[in-house]
């Protein structure tokens, strides 16, 4: 089924510790996205890559780095999980990475920092 | 700075037509979509406007005016399974999408 993976599904984490999100799309799309999404707040841009090899900084970037090795992967890591990252994550791609390109969510992960 | 306004919650019945309205203020303006996020879901896109009018696709429409920085979602027909938050976004000049918080729907019968 053509789509956004995200793993895992969901995670509680102690405060301090790495952890890597993962994101594998399979519809050739040359950018991808990463969101985190708080109650009360709109979707807000971590990083994103607009096509393999690049990558940028969004609205929220501090404590998240992002690697893009190849098309289809585009992993998020904590390097030192803090309470205020607890969060719902998205990953997205698109066909583009500029214009008004329709983006392709996957499902999320939840993500507990305590 | 940039702004996207929808209102928290709304209720309707089961049949009838709701109106769900955004406006914004942004730097620059390149397109207006939305989105439908069931809970617990991924969004999924639903509309795309970037001139201004009225756009139709079954039972939604979308509506815009870029020069009163507004839109609105209408959703005709309603069924239980429309019960959903419906988000708005803006692409700004620089192409970055800025989100609204987006609206919860109660659908109720």
């Known amino acids: 089924i053509a789509g956004i993976t995200q793993a895992p599904t969901s995670q509680i984490l102690a405060a301090g510790r790495r952890m890597t999100l993962r994101c594998t799309q399979d519809m050739r799309h040359n950018a991808m996205y990463w969101y985190r999404q708080d109650l009360g707040l709109g979707l807000r841009l971590i990083h994103y890559s607009n096509t393999a090899g690049t990558t940028g900084k969004g609205e929220v970037p501090d404590g998240y780095s992002v690697s893009r090795a190849n098309t289809d992967d585009f992993p998020l890591t904590l390097a030192s999980a803090v309470p205020s990252q607890t969060s719902v994550y998205f990953c997205a791609s698109s066909d583009q990475g500029r214009g008004a390109n329709v983006l392709t969510f996957g499902a999320g992960s939840r993500l507990t920092v305590l | ?109």
């Open chain 2, 1 to 109: 700075g940039q702004n996207i306004d929808q209102p928290t919650e709304m209720t309707a019945t089961e049949g009838a037509i709701v109106q769900i309205n955004c406006t914004y203020q942004t730097s620059g303006f390149n397109g207006l979509f939305w989105y439908q996020q069931h809970a617990g879901e991924a969004p999924t896109f639903l509309s795309y406007n970037v001139l201004d009018g009225l756009e139709e696709k079954g039972r939604f429409s979308s509506f815009l005016s870029r020069s009163k920085g507004y839109s609105y979602l209408l959703l005709k027909e309603l069924q239980m399974k429309d019960s959903a938050s419906y988000l708005c976004a803006v692409l700004d000049s620089n192409y970055q999408l800025i989100w609204g918080a987006g609206t919860k729907l109660i659908i109720k019968p």
